[in-house]
């Protein structure tokens, strides 16, 4: 068995062990469902809600991906801009930090006065929650390029722009895809915070709703949807990475094998 097997049947087999804890214990501590319903009761209500779900799924994939998309071009922007001088990075630090600090959950009533309740402001707040991790990387990345290679090409006659293009970016690429991971999560508890407050679509409204009709599982039921299709986009940017940024754990890989 090769370590990368090893490795997933471990994850799984503590998958399997987290889940069958929780069951035993709720059996033998007669829990209520009101209070903390078993994992089978869980994947019943999965099982018999899943068509009704389906619609909800999809919009708040659609408001999370949306979100996420405009997050990564704002940020992405930003982050070059940033990152490419050193007066700019200064000055903008604060700025982000301020920025980054006040709770995302506060802007939700800003996005709904303007825009009303619906989709705009969960796509709203996915963007604006994923948009600072993205600028720190990328603006990070730019500004840790060696100056001692900038020396060197700028002597053998390459302009700002070449170095950007040719080395920064590049260089630049392991962070963007580490910021990247980072978003799409973020860009999830945007979208369904947005939709427990302002719409009348969306997991979070499911599991709002259910939680006011005392259907617990049900909001279980939305917590774990809303794992899955975190671990699924995460692994989706992992394998991304990896493609693209191999060259960058190449040293790790040879050291694990």
Known sequence: MTEKNRIRMLSFS?????????????????????????PSEILVTLWVKFPILVPHILQTLYSTLTGFVLGVAIGTALGVMVGTSKVAYAVASPLLVG?????????????VLWFGSGTTPAILTAM?????????NIATGLATTEPDLEDVLKTLGASKREILVNVGLPRTMPYFFAALKVAITLSFVGAVLSETVASNRGIGNVMMTASSNFQVSLVFAGLIILALLGVALYSLFSLLERRVTGWATRGNDIAMS
């Open 99 to 111: 920025f980054s600090s006040i709770p995302k959950v506060a802007v939700v009533p800003i996005f």
């Open 14 to 38: 503590l998958i399997f062990g987290f889940f069958l804890i929780w069951e035993v214990l709720c059996v033998l501590l007669d829990v209520s469902d009101l209070v903390l319903p078993r």
């Open 128 to 136: 604006v929650i994923c948009v600072f991790p993205i600028v720190v």
